[in-house]
Each structure stands twice: as structure tokens, then as C-alpha cells.
């Protein structure tokens, strides 16, 4: 009997539509090569979604993703709707998505491409061999904490969020990290502020208590401003990084431009059960839109690491993933990613390239 997986694809804004295009004919082949069938269903979601029924994410979008076996998201985001309430922005509706979906663990691994190590603004010599892991909390901190807001008395306007966690919050994140450090070279960094934040050392005190129940990982704890400088001083030494909401968002896009391009790099966002939502961590990009240049390649790894985590379809994703590495290695680029002496094409034509791999009648290079 053939498996079937029900995955709703959320397009976005921006560039979204066009990489969700490049991303969805992929799976649709990869899907038929190795004898399961994805039932794709896209909604809106964003902007999209607010230029339809005025929110962002609509409550028949939110069924859909509950619904789910996993859940594909391009991109989103616009300046369009940055005159709105900031409850009804698009940014607010992926807030709620992730909230609503319990996605509390954010993958995001930074894996440096033979075929880029030219590409990146640093060294050779010091991206050669990167293997790292964001591991990020995502539903605590500062984009959730309360009180928020804003005040004003005696003529001066004040404007205040609160970065807060439970112990119970660290305690699942912090288990997440370590469980998959030990499914890799065995090392946890912790990033935090202790030396100057209370919530700080609440993480770093309930990540030590939970050291003990994954005795062989090596654990130790760094300072969010220096783990921001050893990021691109010798990303090597490092291989699970364990961050607070606010910190991994800054941190794993820094991580991205070792490997050359924002444009390079997925992500996951898992619960403790139901759907995981897969994305790129890249924005929507509204300059590029509707001019085929943007770069599908974190895009179509987000679906790889959807096939791998979410839907145990481990060689579609290596299938994916192997396409993507020979594109890279025959020459082609996008924008963003080309130099003098390598192939130049379009966010399709790089769609094309990919699907040819996956067929095996690549172009040489």
C-alpha cells in the first residue's frame, strides 16, 4: 500500500510563491521516484492572506496546518503592511502559527557546500569542515514575554518587553539540544547572558541540572556577545548550539553567511507532537519578487529536512539533498551566489537544474 503524507504549503509573500513553485515540483518528483504520494494543499498565510481576508492567518489556514503531516512555509512578509497593527501583521501570524502548533524547538543546521567555499565573505581556512546546529527555544523569551508595550507620562514616550522563561521551558529545549548532540559529535554549547541577565542564569542553571540525564555530551556555556565573535573567528569548535529565543534568531543568521548566502539555509520547527512547520530562514525578499532571482535552495533543503523529520522519508531527503550538492558542483548560481566563471540562472532555471539531477541528466560542467 502506497504512503500517503498531507503537507500544507504556505507560499507567503515576496519571493515565496516563486521558490514554493520550485520547491513543490521537486517533491512532486522525488515523491514519485521513491513510491510514496505527498497530497499538497497551498493556503494563504501573511500577506497573502491579509490582501484576502484581512488576517494573517486566517482560521481555515490554521485547520489546515493542525491537520497536517507537516507544514511548508516560503516566506513572509512586505512593506505593504507595515502601516498595520502590529496584531495584524504578517510577522504576528507566524507568531501565532508556531504558538498554536506548540513549536517550541527550532532547528537550524549550517553545513558549508564544497562547491561554496569561494562564496563565503570569509576564509577558506575558516569555514572549511563547518558541521554546526542552531538549536533555538521558540515560543518564551522576549517576543512572548508580558508586560509589553508602550506608555507615556510627563511628556516621555516608553516603550518595554519582557525576555522571560520557566524552568519547564528551558528544561524541554535544553533536552532537545542535548538529545541531538548526542546523535552528533557529542558537544553542547549553551548560549546566555548570566554574567548580567536573571533570566540567563535560570537557563544556564536548569540546562546544568538537565547535563546530567545525557552524561556523554560535553557541555559548556558562552556568553551570547562572544559566541557572536567565535561565530566567525572559528565556527568550527563549535557543533550543537543551544540559544534563547532572541539570541538564536541573530545568532543562526549570522551562522548563515558562512555558508555564503542567507539564501542557503533551512530550518525546522518541531513540538512535542503534531505537525512540524519547515521553512528557509530568509525573508520574503519583496525587492526580488516576480523577477525570477531569488535563490530556491534553502527553500527546497526546508523541504528535505520536512521529508527527513517529518515525514521519515529519509532517502527523499538525501535524494534532495544530493541534487542541490551536484547543481552546486556543475557551476550553477544564482544571484546572489555567482562569481565570474560559474553558471548564472533564475530562480526556475535553478529549479530545472535540480529536477534534471534528480533524474540523472544533469548538465556537465
Known amino acids: 500500500m502506497t504512503t500517503t503524507h498531507r503537507i500544507t504549503l504556505l507560499p507567503g509573500d515576496g519571493i515565496g510563491p516563486e521558490i514554493m513553485a520550485v520547491a513543490r515540483r521537486l517533491l512532486e518528483r522525488v515523491s514519485a521516484l521513491r513510491g510514496f504520494t505527498l497530497r499538497l494543499e497551498e493556503h494563504p498565510f501573511g500577506g497573502a492572506a491579509i490582501d484576502v481576508c484581512g488576517e494573517p492567518l486566517p482560521p481555515s489556514t490554521l485547520e489546515a ?17 507595515d502601516h498595520l497593527p502590529r496584531e495584524k501583521r504578517p510577522e504576528t501570524g507566524l507568531l501565532a502559527l508556531r504558538s498554536s502548533l506548540g513549536l517550541f524547538a527550532n532547528l537550524r543546521p549550517v553545513k558549508i557546500f564544497p562547491a561554496l567555499l569561494e562564496a563565503s565573505s570569509l576564509k577558506r581556512s575558516v569555514i572549511e569542515g563547518v558541521d554546526l546546529l542552531v538549536v ?43 538529545a541531538l548532540a548526542a546523535s552528533r559529535r557529542g558537544e553542547l554549547c549553551s548560549v546566555d547572558k548570566a554574567n548580567v541577565l536573571d533570566v540567563s542564569q535560570l537557563w544556564r542553571e536548569r540546562v546544568e541540572a538537565i547535563h546530567a540525564e545525557f552524561p556523554s555530551v560535553r557541555l559548556s556555556h558562552m556568553y551570547v556577545d562572544n559566541a557572536a565573535m567565535q561565530l566567525v573567528r572559528a565556527p568550527r569548535q563549535f557543533d550543537v548550539l543551544l540559544t534563547s529565543n532572541l539570541f538564536g534568531d541573530i545568532l543562526s543568521d549570522e551562522a548563515a553567511m558562512l555558508s555564503g548566502s542567507i539564501g542557503m539555509l533551512p530550518s525546522a520547527s518541531l513540538g512535542a507532537s503534531g505537525p512540524g512547520l519547515f521553512e528557509p530562514i530568509h525573508g520574503s525578499a519583496p525587492d526580488l519578487a516576480g523577477q525570477d532571482a531569488a535563490n530556491p535552495l534553502a527553500m527546497v533543503l526546508s523541504a528535505a529536512m520536512m521529508l527527513r523529520l517529518g515525514l521519515k522519508e529519509e532517502q527523499a531527503a538525501a535524494d534532495l539533498e544530493a541534487a542541490v550538492d551536484q547543481v552546486l558542483a556543475a557551476g550553477f548560481r544564482t544571484a546572489d551566489l555567482w562569481s565570474e566563471g560559474l553558471r548564472r540562472v533564475g530562480c526556475q532555471a535553478m529549479g530545472d537544474q535540480l529536477e534534471a539531477a534528480l533524474a540523472g541528466r544533469l548538465s556537465p560542467a
Open 65 to 81: 496546518a493542525r491537520g497536517a503531516d507537516a507544514v511548508l512555509l516560503a516566506a513572509i512578509g512586505s512593506p505593504r503592511h
Open 136 to 178: 533555538r527555544e521558540l515560543t518564551g523569551g522576549v517576543y512572548f514575554g508580558t508586560p509589553k508595550g508602550r506608555v507615556e507620562a510627563e511628556g516621555r514616550v516608553r516603550a518595554f518587553n519582557t525576555m522571560a522563561y520557566f524552568a519547564d521551558e528551558v528544561d524541554r529545549i535544553a533536552r532537545v539540544a542535548f
